[in-house]
C-alpha cells in the first residue's frame, strides 16, 4: 500500500469517528437531563423530573448537592415525599445531604411497586441505591411521626400527627428511611443515615443483593423545641421475610434499637399497601417466606438503648436458617451496656413463644468482641450450628447463654472462646 492511501484511509477513520463523537454528543444534547438541579419546583418535584429523564440514560439519576437558588441558598435537599425507584434504575447520590421535611411522612427512598393501597406488591428488578463520597440522609427536625406501628403517637412515640383527625395515629412503614420491598438483584452502599424516624433501612422479600457500608447515628432519646423525647424502634438495617441471598459487609454506628436485625415475624395472609403495618408487602397464606443464605460481617457499633447489636428473630413457622455472621466488634462507651451482642430468638408469647426445635439452623457465628451482659444469647432455639472466636470482656457475662433452656439448644458447638471479663471479677 502506498503512503498516499495509507494517509487517505487513516483520514477517512479519523473523519468518521469524529462524526460518531458528534453524532453522540449532539444525542446527548437533546437527551433530557438526570440533574434535578436542572429543574425548577419543590426540591421532590426536581428530583422525579430528573428520575422520570433517567430512562435516557440507561437508567441512571445523579444527585449532587442542591445548587442554591432564588427560592433557597440551601445546599442541602428538603424531601416532601419518597424518591420511587423503579426497576433498572441506579440512583447515584454523589457528596450530598437529603433531609425529610417537617411536612414529609414518607420514606427517604422506596421501590416504586409499593405505597399507599397498593394490594399486591409486585416483583422489581435490578436496583441500586450507591453513595459517592460523604453521603448523609436526615430525619426531620419535628417528624410527623416516629416508631413502628405497634406504637401511638402521643402516647409510646412522638409524632405532630398525634390527635390530628384524618391521620394514622400509630407509626407505618412510612417511618423507614429505605425501604425496599420484593426487589431481585439490589445494591444499596456507601450511606449515612441520622436520626431515621424508625428503621434506617428495611428490606421485605429481597432477594440476590448487597448492602455495604452503611453508617447509622440515631437515638432513642432526643431534644425537639426543647423537649427530650423517646424515638422508639430506630433500627439501623432490618431483613424481614422472605430476603434471600444477600451479603451485608460493612455496618458502623450506633441506633437506639437493633443495629442489624434479621426478623422474619408478623401476621399471616394480608394486602399492601396498609398503614396499620410496620410491612409494605402483601402475604399469602400458602407462600414461603423463609429466611436463608445470608452473610453479615463486619458490624462496628452499638445499640445505644441497650437492646442488640445483631438479632436473629422468627415466628409463626417462618425459618431462619444458613446465616453467617462474622465479624461484630461491640463499640459500647462505658455508661451503655447492650444485653447481648448477637441474640438469637425470643420467648414472647405474643409472636409464639420460643421457636419450635429446626425452626433456626444452620448459623455461624465467628470472630465477635462483646462487652454486653451476653455475647451470645439464645433466647428461642437453636441447632445444627457452630460459634467459635469469641471475646468476652463484660465481667459478669457469659459468652453462651442460653436463656429459654438449653433443652432448646442442640448440636451447637462452641470453641476459641476467650472470657476477658473473668479476670476482672
Not at 495509507?6 to 483520514?11: E, L
Not at 449532539?26 to 440533574?35: G, I, L, T
Not at 422479600?205 to 423537649?227: A, K, M, P, Y
Not at 439464645?378 to 457475662?397: E, R
Amino acid at each position: 500500500m502506498s503512503e498516499r492511501n495509507f494517509m487517505s484511509r487513516n483520514t477517512v477513520v479519523i473523519f468518521f469517528l469524529l462524526l460518531t463523537v458528534t453524532y453522540a454528543q449532539s444525542v446527548a444534547a437533546q437527551r433530557p437531563s438526570n440533574n434535578p438541579n436542572d429543574y425548577s419546583g419543590s426540591d421532590s418535584e426536581r428530583i422525579a423530573a430528573a428520575l422520570d429523564a433517567a430512562k435516557y440514560w440507561n437508567g441512571v439519576i445523579r444527585i449532587a448537592s442542591r445548587a442554591p437558588d432564588a427560592e433557597s441558598d440551601r445546599q442541602y435537599w428538603l424531601l416532601d415525599s419518597a424518591i420511587l425507584l423503579p426497576s433498572n434504575t441506579t440512583l447515584i447520590l454523589d457528596n450530598c445531604q437529603i433531609k425529610l421535611s417537617d411536612s414529609c411522612r414518607d420514606n427517604f427512598v422506596r421501590s416504586a411497586n409499593c405505597g399507599i393501597g397498593v394490594k399486591v406488591v409486585s416483583p422489581v428488578e435490578n436496583v441500586s441505591i450507591v453513595g459517592i463520597g460523604v453521603v448523609t440522609l436526615v430525619g426531620a427536625d419535628r417528624p410527623r411521626a416516629t416508631g413502628d406501628s405497634g406504637k401511638t403517637l402521643g402516647v409510646r412515640a412522638y409524632g405532630t400527627d398525634a390527635g390530628k383527625e384524618g391521620e394514622s395515629q400509630t407509626g407505618d412503614w412510612r417511618n423507614i428511611g429505605i425501604l425496599l420491598a420484593n426487589v431481585h438483584n439490589f445494591r444499596i452502599e456507601n450511606i449515612q443515615i441520622k436520626n431515621a424516624h424508625a428503621w434506617s433501612v428495611s428490606l421485605e422479600r429481597c432477594e440476590n443483593g448487597l448492602v455495604r457500608n452503611l453508617t447509622f447515628d440515631s437515638e432513642e432519646t432526643r431534644v425537639i423545641d426543647g423537649q427530650e423525647i423517646k424515638a422508639l424502634n430506630v433500627d439501623g438495617l432490618d431483613l424481614r421475610k422472605g430476603c434471600r441471598n444477600i451479603v451485608v459487609d460493612g455496618i458502623y454506628g450506633h441506633t437506639g434499637d437493633d443495629l442489624v436485625a434479621v426478623t422474619a415475624i408478623g401476621p399471616g395472609a394480608r394486602e399492601g399497601g396498609a398503614l396499620d403495618s410496620t410491612e409494605v408487602s402483601d402475604f399469602s397464606a400458602d407462600e414461603n417466606y423463609d429466611v436463608y443464605n445470608i452473610t453479615i460481617r463486619n458490624v462496628v457499633g452499638y445499640a445505644a438503648g441497650g437492646h442488640q447489636i445483631v438479632r436473629l428473630l422468627n415466628a409463626s413457622g417462618i425459618k431462619i436458617y444458613r446465616v453467617m455472621i462474622d465479624g461484630v466488634m461491640d463499640t459500647s462507651p462505658e455508661e451503655i451496656v447492650d444485653r447481648a451482642t448477637i441474640r438469637i430468638g425470643d420467648a414472647n408469647p405474643a409472636w409464639g413463644g420460643v421457636t419450635p426445635l429446626g425452626d433456626t439452623y444452620g448459623v455461624t457465628i465467628s470472630n465477635v468482641h462483646s462487652q454486653s451482659r451476653h455475647a451470645i444469647l439464645v433466647a428461642g432455639s437453636l441447632v445444627d450450628s457452630t460459634i467459635s472466636n469469641v471475646v468476652n470482656y463484660h465481667p459478669d457475662a457469659e459468652i453462651l447463654h442460653c436463656e429459654s433452656g438449653k433443652e432448646n439448644v442442640r448440636n451447637v458447638t462452641v470453641n476459641g472462646t476467650v472470657d476477658v471479663g473473668r479476670e476482672r471479677r
